[in-house]
């Protein structure tokens, strides 16, 4: 083989003139291939297509090939074949095709990288030989792989390879295209034996996960049966706990309602007895008809309470929303708590009257709320004050009223906090044996919140004092011409 001048700006160039430049240019381009990087199977795949073309196309006028690293977005070894037109008809591209990435048929002026005529239509190209095109040409491509770095001394070490083999004969031809066999077979038969390898691995990793899915299908099963038995269970309890709830109700209405006309009796004959007008009484009488004056009251107080929490409950409590003046509601309010009996030593602290808003709220519900709050507070307090202030919440734009109810009293220790808004509960305490009562005031007052939208929040420190905060919906409204008269006492019915 000798170096073609026209191509000695490529990495290396050949005439092609007899079958040993064929068998030449069939390890040449292994060489090359191996060279840049190319793994084994791309290597045989080159150099069977260079065989094959230069086989096809031998016989040629001035048939020559050069390997080239043409520039590009995609880094390819690209064979060109080059002859003279009109002295062969056209290759058979297809042999070729089928190994290399891109195999392409020019005609006429000089090899470009960018000329792009594809397998499909090269025939329809090249199908003019004799139009006066000089030369014709065929590019093969094959993509380099990702770890090809093209420097000089790279391309230095392809130039080598491509320049160190001696010519072959058609015999050497033979045995190296056997050991390639030999080698292409070789490394099938491993790719099989690894191939066969994971689809073992698979079909034992595949009876695994049918094992695995199976068992959580069957645990699923059993958790739905379970939760399916408990649902039911649960819709069990809570219709038992419905019905026990609705009992309840009724029990407490009907002898609430039953124990309210004896005990008016009582009271209003006790009364009667230590009235100014009635017959004088001995001083253990008189002392006798008070304690039983007390006892009636208590337990009037405790049928009424019992009567309001069944009303909540049952959601006979309808809200009857009006404009209030709050300043006529406090004002009742704080005057009925002193004048019931107010602890020696404990002051009781209302807001001032000029920054109590008209507000449109149920005011019996709110006056029972507010009652049952400052009276517990003063109930639990020796020393100091009970404070009664109010607020409109400036970040919800006035939407929001608050009442917090605060005492100095002796407190509720942590433990005892989420207790004390359950029915009947009572904290205990030398005070709380001192005062007894029902333990209904705060769920009836937190009860009663909810039912006209808001909160209720307890906060407590043993022997510093408690605070309440009720948080209410605010609906300002017009605040009335004239002072309002105060309000008669609420009935006790």
Same mark, same amino acid.
């Given at each position: 083989?000798?170096?073609?001048?026209? !191509?000695?700006?490529?990495?290396?160039?050949?005439?092609?003139a007899?079958?040993?430049?064929? &068998?030449?240019?069939?390890?040449?381009?292994?060489?090359?291939?191996?060279?840049?990087?190319?793994?084994?199977?791309?290597?045989?795949?080159?150099?069977?297509?260079?065989?094959?073309?230069?086989?096809?196309r031998?016989?040629?006028?001035?048939?020559?090939?050069?390997?080239?690293?043409?520039?590009?977005?995609?880094?390819?070894?690209?064979?060109?074949?080059?002859?003279? *037109?009109?002295?062969?008809?056209?290759?058979?591209?297809?042999?070729?095709? =089928?190994?290399?990435?891109?195999?392409?048929?020019?005609?006429?002026?000089?090899?470009?990288?960018?000329?792009?005529?594809?397998?499909?239509?090269?025939?329809e190209?090249?199908?003019?030989?004799?139009?006066?095109?000089?030369?014709?040409?065929?590019?093969?491509?094959?993509?380099?792989?990702?770890?090809?770095?093209?420097? @000089?001394?790279?391309?230095?070490?392809?130039?080598?390879?491509? !320049? =160190?083999?001696?010519?072959?004969?058609?015999?050497?031809?033979?045995?190296?295209?056997?050991?390639?066999?030999?080698?292409?077979l070789?490394?099938?038969?491993?790719?099989?034996?690894?191939?066969?390898?994971?689809?073992?691995?698979?079909?034992?990793?595949?009876?695994?996960?049918?094992?695995?899915?199976?068992?959580?299908?069957?645990?699923?099963?059993?958790?739905?049966?379970?939760?399916?038995?408990?649902?039911t269970?649960?819709?069990?309890k809570?219709?038992?706990? =419905?019905?026990?709830? /609705?009992?309840?109700t =009724? &029990?407490?209405?009907?002898?609430?309602?039953?124990?309210?006309t @004896?005990?008016?009796?009582?009271?209003?004959?006790?009364?009667?007895?230590l009235?100014?007008?009635?017959?004088?009484?001995? /001083? +253990?009488?008189?002392?006798?008809v *008070?304690?039983?004056?007390? *006892?009636?009251?208590?337990?009037?107080?405790?049928?009424?309470?019992?009567?309001?929490?069944?009303?909540? +409950?049952?959601?006979?409590?309808?809200?009857?929303?009006a404009?209030?003046?709050?300043?006529?509601?406090?004002?009742?309010?704080?005057?009925v708590?002193?004048?019931?009996?107010m602890?020696? $030593?404990? %002051?009781?602290?209302?807001?001032?009257?000029?920054?109590?808003?008209?507000?449109?709220?149920?005011?019996a519900?709110?006056?029972?709320?507010?009652?049952?709050?400052? *009276?517990?507070?003063?109930? &639990?307090? /020796?020393? $100091?004050?009970?404070?009664?202030?109010?607020?409109?919440?400036?970040?919800?734009a006035?939407?929001?009223?608050?009442?917090?109810v605060?005492?100095? $009293?002796?407190?509720?220790?942590?433990?005892?906090?989420?207790?004390?808004?359950?029915?009947?509960?009572?904290?205990?305490?030398?005070?709380?044996?001192?005062?007894?009562?029902?333990?209904l005031?705060? @769920?009836?007052?937190?009860?009663?919140? +909810?039912l006209?939208?808001?909160?209720?929040?307890?906060?407590?420190t043993?022997?510093?004092g408690?605070?309440?905060?009720?948080?209410?919906p605010h609906?300002?409204?017009?605040?009335? %011409?004239?002072?309002?008269?105060?309000?008669?006492? /609420?009935?006790?019915?």
């Amino acid at each position: 083989m000798t170096v073609s001048a026209a !191509r000695s700006a490529a990495l290396s160039a050949f005439d092609l003139a007899t079958a040993q430049d064929v &068998f030449a240019l069939r390890r040449i381009g292994q060489s090359a291939a191996e060279a840049l990087g190319m793994d084994r199977q791309d290597q045989v795949r080159i150099a069977t297509a260079l065989s094959e073309l230069g086989r096809d196309r031998l016989g040629c006028d001035g048939l020559t090939v050069a390997f080239t690293l043409p520039p590009g977005p995609e880094p390819v070894l690209a064979v060109v074949f080059e002859w003279d *037109s009109g002295t062969k008809a056209a290759p058979d591209l297809e042999p070729a095709a =089928r190994l290399l990435n891109r195999v392409r048929h020019e005609t006429g002026g000089a090899y470009e990288t960018g000329a792009a005529h594809e397998t499909g239509a090269a025939h329809e190209t090249g199908a003019a030989h004799g139009s006066g095109d000089a030369r014709e040409r065929i590019v093969a491509e094959h993509p380099l792989p990702a770890a090809w770095s093209d420097t @000089p001394a790279a391309r230095l070490g392809v130039r080598e390879a491509l !320049r =160190r083999h001696a010519p072959m004969t058609l015999a050497d031809d033979l045995r190296a295209q056997t050991r390639d066999l030999i080698a292409t077979l070789e490394e099938t038969r491993a790719q099989r034996e690894e191939l066969r390898r994971l689809n073992d691995e698979l079909e034992e990793t595949n009876r695994g996960v049918l094992a695995l899915y199976t068992e959580l299908s069957q645990e699923l099963e059993e958790t739905n049966s379970g939760v399916v038995a408990l649902h039911t269970e649960l819709e069990e309890k809570s219709n038992r706990l =419905r019905e026990t709830s /609705e009992a309840k109700t =009724r &029990f407490w209405t009907n002898i609430s309602h039953e124990l309210r006309t @004896p005990v008016n009796a009582v009271v209003a004959l006790s009364r009667l007895l230590l009235a100014a007008g009635s017959a004088p009484l001995t /001083e +253990e009488q008189r002392r006798q008809v *008070s304690l039983i004056d007390a *006892s009636g009251q208590t337990l009037f107080a405790l049928v009424n309470d019992l009567l309001d929490m069944a009303r909540a +409950e049952a959601g006979q409590l309808e809200i009857a929303a009006a404009p209030v003046d709050l300043r006529a509601l406090v004002g009742q309010l704080g005057a009925v708590m002193r004048s019931t009996g107010m602890p020696e $030593g404990v %002051a009781l602290l209302t807001p001032e009257p000029g920054t109590l808003p008209v507000t449109v709220t149920d005011e019996a519900l709110l006056t029972r709320i507010l009652r049952n709050l400052l *009276s517990n507070a003063l109930k &639990f307090t /020796e020393k $100091g004050e009970v404070r009664l202030e109010f607020a409109v919440d400036p970040e919800a734009a006035g939407q929001w009223m608050t009442f917090t109810v605060t005492d100095t $009293g002796v407190g509720i220790p942590e433990s005892e906090l989420a207790r004390v808004f359950e029915e009947f509960y009572q904290v205990r305490g030398p005070l709380q044996r001192a005062h007894r009562g029902t333990g209904l005031g705060l @769920p009836y007052a937190r009860a009663l919140t +909810e039912l006209l939208g808001g909160t209720l929040r307890l906060s407590s420190t043993p022997g510093v004092g408690t605070r309440v905060e009720v948080r209410l919906p605010h609906r300002p409204g017009p605040r009335p %011409a004239t002072p309002p008269a105060p309000p008669a006492p /609420e009935a006790d019915a």
